[in-house]
T-cell receptor
Framework: ETGVTQTPRHLVMGMTNKKSLKCEQHLGHNAMYWYKQSAKKPLELMFVYSLEERVENNSVPSRFSPECPNSSLLNLHLHALQPEDSALYLC????????????FGSGTRLTVV | LAKTTQPISMDSYEGQEVNITCSHNNIATNDYITWYQQFPSQGPRFIIQGYKTKVTNEVASLFIPADRKSSTLSLPRVSLSDTAVYYCLVGLTGGFKTIFGAGTRLFVKA
């Protein structure tokens, strides 16, 4: 257990469905992130939240919508996804700029059918 | 952007020392070097971080030459469970300028 918990671990959804991925960190960190990892590709940073505010937003399609209810929770709302969005979605947290880098959760394996 | 270059894959045998080198020619003055380990269907796990010279912890050592244009992760006496992908990350945690590369796939054989 890393201190970053993601649910669900696996998700299968249709292209017309709406679903949400959830992430909770128990480390007291002040920043949280969503990453996407497609098969045989490097991790892609999608969203960054620091102190509950979105700091940067990489060019991610609007069918992905992040939400940060408080400093320990981060959600990713999914709507009208495409099959190419199937991937491992990883949540991470960090404290400060360096301090042992990122702590990742185990991820949600998403399959869009 | 601090681009990194690592070997795509490496093979080793149990009990050997493994050294994985990462090139980062355009590293910035404020950038740190961080290494992560990732097993299939899991998130990357922090291994070690350094700025210059040598850093050692209970699982690995990190060697950084004076010009900081490269770094070497050293894993002493690897075991089968060290089979994983290893990523070298250069930059400040939390920014879009800090990018995960393709990593090095290490395969440890009995």
């Amino acid at each position: 257990e890393t201190g970053v918990t993601q649910t669900p671990r696996h998700l299968v959804m249709g292209m017309t469905n709406k679903k949400s991925l959830k992430c909770e960190q128990h480390l007291g960190h002040n920043a949280m992130y969503w990453y996407k990892q497609s098969a045989k590709k490097p991790l892609e940073l999608m969203f960054v939240y620091s102190l509950e505010e979105r700091v940067e937003n990489n060019s991610v399609p609007s069918r992905f919508s992040p939400e940060c209810p408080n400093s320990s929770l981060l959600n990713l709302h999914l709507h009208a996804l495409q099959p190419e969005d199937s991937a491992l979605y990883l949540c991470a947290s960090s404290q400060g700029k360096q301090e042992n880098g990122y702590t990742f959760g185990s991820g949600t394996r998403l399959t869009v059918v | 952007l601090a681009k990194t270059t690592q070997p795509i894959s490496m093979d080793s045998y149990e009990g050997q020392e493994v050294n994985i080198t990462c090139s980062h020619n355009n590293i910035a003055t404020n950038d740190y070097i961080t290494w992560y380990q990732q097993f299939p269907s899991q998130g990357p796990r922090f291994i070690i971080q350094g700025y210059k010279t040598k850093v050692t912890n209970e699982v690995a050592s990190l060697f950084i030459p004076a010009d900081r244009k490269s770094s070497t992760l050293s894993l002493p006496r690897v075991s089968l469970s060290d089979t994983a992908v290893y990523y070298c990350l250069v930059g400040l945690t939390g920014g879009f300028k800090t990018i995960f590369g393709a990593g090095t796939r290490l395969f440890v054989k009995a």
